[in-house]
């Protein structure tokens, strides 16, 4: 069983928001593998289904960003989960808009809402899927609480469209494999 959680804010308000990306990867994979995500249960929205032979449950967690890992954590105590059986699908300043990278492990990189998940599983061993959104000029908070330009928003939705893809390899062939294959995507000819 694999547990895919995508990290955002609940509200209308937020919607559109770089800070969403997590919401919006749900939304597509719910779509993508007929899961609706419409329970509330553990403080998020959640659905169940399978996905080929694996049983998944996509999550939007409904405690705000920051917390997270109150959410996270129940979940994963609920059905005695390992860590490295979480998906995390999370925006990421570090990256430019539109640029993937997979990572099995490792720190917050700055980001609350894995800080919070690191915090309540007590390790850092879950999968990060990190979907670029650029980095701030001046004020972060107000960088990730807006919304993307036209072309941006472009890029940014061809890295949630391969989210499918990408889970589907971790589950069939681990981490390393989905690594392999599609950290760096969305790079252009330039890079």
Not at 164 to 190: L, P, S, V
Request: proline residues 3%; neutral net charge.
């Amino acid at each position: 069983m694999f547990l895919i959680v995508g990290l955002g804010n609940p509200g209308r308000k937020y919607e559109d928001t770089r800070h969403n990306v997590g919401f919006k990867a749900i939304d597509y994979l719910s779509d993508r593998w007929n899961i609706p995500v419409k329970k509330i249960r553990f403080r998020a929205l959640i659905g169940e289904g399978m996905v080929g032979t694996e049983k998944v449950i996509l999550v939007k967690p409904s405690t705000f960003m920051n917390a997270s890992g109150e959410s996270v954590g129940e979940i994963v105590r609920y059905y005695n989960l390992a860590p490295e059986n979480v998906i995390v699908i999370q925006d990421d300043v570090a990256l430019p808009v539109g640029r993937l990278r997979i990572r099995p492990k490792g720190s917050d990189g700055g980001h609350n809402g894995i800080k919070s998940i690191l915090y309540h599983l007590e390790s850092d061993t879950f999968i990060r899927l990190k979907i670029g959104v650029g980095g701030a000029e001046h004020d972060m908070v107000s960088h990730v609480l807006g919304t993307f330009s036209k072309a941006d928003g472009i890029a940014v939705t061809n890295c949630i469209k391969a989210s499918d893809e990408i889970i589907e390899t971790i589950m069939r062939h681990g981490a390393g494999e989905a690594m392999n294959r599609f950290n760096g995507f969305g790079k252009t000819e330039a890079e």
